[in-house]
């Protein structure tokens, strides 16, 4: 069964410096999104990514972030210089159809540990 | 702007026994719900979802949930608990108009032997 896939699956850096986080979504899946969750608690929306460009973002979503789909397979998001709080697990997802009517599917997380 | 809101924690009960874990919903226009379920350390996993017609769906590993409009509610249902659905179960509601999912606090469902 396709699944979305995450790399790494843990990374520990210190404040200030940049980060990037991968994707690889479901191959035929046009939607991809980023959330984080911070320690098992509530999965906070960070954006969405359609046709190469972000359809929509959250106040999270500052200029400390970024997406980008550098080819036809990965979606990465990078943190430009990491606080302590951005420490959380990040996960990416992806839909199928256009229509919002899909489920995301999402992948396994990335845990991020900023010292 | 589209909100959820799980009013439990924690629900306990055990293993046999129906099991309800609760949800509410606002939006602007009409709802498309979802529930989602997460085991530890592990990513989020899709266990049903209401978009239109019928107000009960029946989802994964023999879940339902409940749509009423009137309410704002969907909660999640199961006949019989195991102590396997134990779990972390979240809410998550999409205004027709957008693209974002939105989640509730997630609730933690603990079944007993």
């Known amino acids: 069964e396709p699944e979305v896939t995450q790399t790494p699956s843990h990374q520990v850096t210190q404040m200030g410096q940049e980060v990037i986080l991968r994707c690889v979504p479901i191959s035929n899946h046009l939607y991809f999104y980023w959330y984080r969750q911070i320690l098992g608690q509530k999965v906070e929306f960070l954006v969405s990514f359609y046709n190469n460009e972000i359809s929509e973002k959250s106040e999270i979503f500052d200029d400390q972030f970024s997406v980008e789909r550098p080819d036809g397979s990965n979606f990465t998001l990078k943190i430009r210089s990491t606080k302590l709080e951005d420490s959380a697990m990040y996960f990416c997802?992806?839909?199928?159809?256009?229509?919002?009517?899909?489920?995301?599917?999402f992948g396994e997380g990335s845990r991020l540990t900023v010292l | 702007a589209q909100s959820v809101a799980q009013p439990e924690d924690q629900v306990n009960v055990a293993e046999g026994n129906p099991l309800t874990v609760k949800c509410t919903y606002s939006v602007s226009g009409n709802p498309y719900l979802f529930w989602y379920v997460q085991y530890p350390n592990r990513g989020l996993q899709f266990l049903l979802k209401?978009?239109?017609?019928?107000?009960l769906v029946k989802g994964s590993y023999g879940f339902e949930a409940e749509f009423n409009k009137s309410q704002t509610s969907f909660h999640l249902k199961k006949p019989s608990a195991l102590v396997s659905d134990s779990a972390l179960y979240f809410c998550a509601v999409r205004d027709r108009g957008f693209q974002k999912l939105v989640f509730g606090t997630g609730t933690r469902l603990l079944v007993s032997p």
């Open positions: 209401y978009i239109t017609g019928d107000n």
């Open positions: 997802a992806s839909k199928a159809e256009t229509a919002n009517t899909g489920e995301l599917f």
